[in-house]
């Protein structure tokens, strides 16, 4: 069976779908702002399809070398002293987003939620979903435990599942040995499979059976209109670009997005609402308007419109907030 479809109708059908999600620890959301048939991994997507399998693995290997000697130097200490094993360098090299075999995923449906929702807003939004616990079921026999290898392993044995020719059908989810403040805001984890140039959507549909499981390989579909009044909701639960994107790069994009979702306020929206013909105020009615709150905004709108004469000058009209005598 292919991943199954559940497209919501409404905000709150979203969230209901969602938290009844986030109350299983065993699954696993993965955040896709437009639907993609396919998950390959960043490698895949870099290296001409018509390498051989040698030659990607040259590829990939050639990639952490490199990423080795500009990071000695650039990393904080805590992350440079990590560059000793294979998968830690491939964990610090995702994060930062040089191309590796892992694919990104959350245990967090609202952090995936916010991803699905943040960027091209002419498309649906995907929520991915699958459980965990048939894939460390399914390939524990034959393979062992597969994370435990890949994070405390050496790099012997770790060569042994990943660096090989032919290489291994299998496909695990693993937590990241190397953290920083944005993995963990994000709660992230990785999908990683012994082979390369495969599709892990492919590999955990072949991996996970069908079963009556309301959760298992299922895409949950929050349509293109509903991307800001859903943003809007994870706004109000503190899940934006700036908490989960600690720093100010993650500070610019939030002030971004709240500029695009943020509605016009109820005073802003009735002096826009302000129409009619150009007018003339006395000095009476304008002091009495002025010492409203908000009074002062509704003359510079109108003046800007040019639909009263002047704005009211210092002695025509008093402070909008007026001390009491």
Known sequence: MAWRTITCDSISETCTRLHAMALRDTLAFRGESRYNDTIFPSIDRVISTDASYLRRLSLERDAINEFTIFAKAMLPWHQAECLHRDFDRLTLMQHYRAPTRLVDWTNSPWVAAFFACASDPGEDGIVRVFDQTPLYEKFK??????ATT??????????????RHPSLNWIATVTPPVTDQRMLAQQAFFSIAGTLATDHGVLLDSAIEDSSDEFSKVLVRIPALMKPDMLKQLHRTNITAATLFPGMDGIGWHIEQTIKIRPLDARTSAIDSLDGPRIYLG???????????????????????????????????????????
């Open 141 to 146: 026999p034959e393979y062992g435990d597969i």
């Open 150 to 163: 890949l994070q405390f392993g050496s790099d012997l044995d770790v060569g042994k599942l990943l660096f």
């Open 283 to 325: 000095q009476e009615t304008m002091r009495r308007i002025a010492a409203t709150r908000g009074g002062g905004r509704v003359f510079k709108r109108m003046y800007s419109q040019n639909r009263i004469d002047h704005p009211p000058t210092a002695a025509e009209a008093p402070p909008a907030h007026p001390v009491q005598e």
